[in-house]
């Protein structure tokens, strides 16, 4: 466990978290795997150190059987739909979207079929029916007929809507998409991972962090390092993988 200070809040909050008998719970997806690549290996060696399950979230139409041989020695990683070609549809002065409402629905939800029959059948039993939209945007209309194409969840950043299937959302994401494109302070990342501990205490969400392994610098895989060590090996901790969630949320109704 790591003496930086900036980490108090996160250890604080975990003591309280212990003395009431309870597990502080997290869950791991990191988005935009296709190949091997020596960024992915890092994450994968750094996630099986600690014990951390990991979703990677895989582009269907861009990755191949290179991808299925390096996860074969990472039985600990999962793999969720990451859209299809993670293409961006939106004119130039709108956000960008793969999933929007700039195609006709049925030719989007096409090629979503389409991911995930391909990602299911390079990865097996490895492949989990989630879909996890490009830049976190899908069109709300498409959310209804997600489960109708062999879909059993939605994981996207924020706090989960109410949907037809089971939404998992990330909500704490290390990265500095709109400043450095680094990684995020570190004494501001330890706050949002504690905030979002102690809505949990109250109960709402797991504490889901949003990873971009082909994009770290250095300071990203430091917090990750730190993180898992403060979190890991802590009885009021549990680090789930995707399945537990999705299967919770499906005993529950939602």
Not at 51 to 80: C, N, Q, Y
């Amino acid at each position: 466990m790591t003496s930086d200070p900036i980490w108090q809040p996160l250890v604080e909050e975990l003591a309280r978290w212990q003395r009431a008998d309870r597990k502080a719970e997290f869950w791991l997806r990191d988005d935009d795997a296709v190949d091997p690549t020596l960024a992915l290996d890092r994450l994968l060696d750094l996630t099986s150190e600690f014990g951390i399950p990991v979703a990677l979230a895989v582009i269907p139409a861009l990755t191949d059987e290179k991808l299925v041989v390096r996860l074969d020695e990472a039985p600990h990683a999962t793999v969720a739909i990451h859209g299809w070609a993670h293409r961006n549809h939106a004119p130039e002065d709108q956000k960008k979207q793969e999933l929007g409402p700039h195609r006709p629905p049925e030719a989007v939800l096409d090629d979503l079929a389409r991911g995930l029959s391909r990602i299911t059948g390079l990865h097996g039993a490895r492949a989990v029916p989630m879909l996890v939209p490009p830049w976190n945007r899908i069109d709300a209309g498409l959310v209804s007929d997600l489960g109708s194409i062999g879909f059993l969840a939605l994981s996207v950043f924020g706090p989960p809507k109410p949907a037809s299937l089971a939404v998992i959302n990330s909500n704490v994401d290390i990265m500095d998409w709109h400043g450095t494109r680094g990684c995020r302070d570190h004494g501001l990342l330890v706050q949002a991972v504690a905030a979002q501990l102690r809505h949990a205490f109250d109960g709402g969400e797991p504490v889901g962090l949003l990873t971009h392994h082909l994009v770290h610098d250095e300071s990203a895989w430091l917090f990750l390092e730190r993180l898992f060590a403060v979190t890991a090996r802590n009885a009021a901790c549990a680090w789930h993988p995707i399945r537990t969630l999705i299967g919770r949320s499906a005993s529950r109704g939602k």
